[in-house]
């Protein structure tokens, strides 16, 4: 348990070092935590609308962050290329998290087309029913999209780091709200990019 909880806090770290430097992405992600939490509670009441907020909400602050904000040249703070960063990286990094939006934004276009998903669903015949299978899929892409990486990172890392970046990925919402709450006024005060003092770790 010790050395779980050890590896998910490493994670957090690097993630944090290397991935969220911009007060911008940092207010982003508090927004978008704050929205994981509502689809947390939302998942006992009705899970497609858990993932409608979880996706539209959640994911589009938090990749507009990654993608429009955070710098992309060489970090100097780390002593590491964006190349390297991306190289590293334990979860998505850009190009498996294109893979997955690309997906993402599929479903609403296949379920459109083909309401009975070929067979396997019964059709909807409204709109209401749409965007509640919809958002069913997209639930099941966020659970399969989880799953896999997390089995995946047991043959190419270790059982150990699948577990923890799984972890990683579930508390995220509040760990985020935990290092990202005075980013907003850190930003208001004119600091776009966090000094990152080695004492967060």
Not at 65 to 84: K, M, V
Request: charged content about 15%; glycine content about 6%; aromatic content about 14%.
């Amino acid at each position: 348990m010790h050395a779980l909880l050890q590896k998910i806090r490493q994670l957090q770290w690097d993630d944090h070092r290397y991935y969220h430097q911009c007060r911008i992405n940092q207010t982003l992600h508090l927004i978008s935590a704050i929205s994981f939490l509502v689809a947390y509670a939302l998942l006992f009441v009705d899970p497609a609308a858990a993932a409608i907020v979880g996706w539209l909400v959640g994911m589009v602050t938090r990749q507009s962050g990654h993608i429009f904000f955070e710098p992309r040249g060489y970090d100097q703070r780390n002593d590491a290329s964006y190349d390297f960063k991306e190289s590293i990286k334990v979860g998505f990094n850009m190009r498996r998290k294109a893979v997955l939006i690309s997906v993402w934004l599929s479903i609403p276009a296949l379920l459109y087309f083909c309401p009975g998903l070929f067979g396997l669903i019964k059709p909807a015949t409204h709109f209401n029913g749409y965007v509640h299978d919809v958002g069913l899929m997209w639930l099941a892409l966020g659970a399969g999209g989880l799953l896999f990486r997390t089995v995946h990172l047991f043959f190419i890392r270790s059982p150990l780091c699948g577990i923890a970046w799984a972890c990683k990925i579930l508390l995220d919402p509040v760990h985020n709200i935990q290092i990202y709450w005075a980013s907003p006024f850190a930003l208001l005060r004119g600091q776009r990019i966090d000094p990152l003092a080695d004492t967060a770790h």
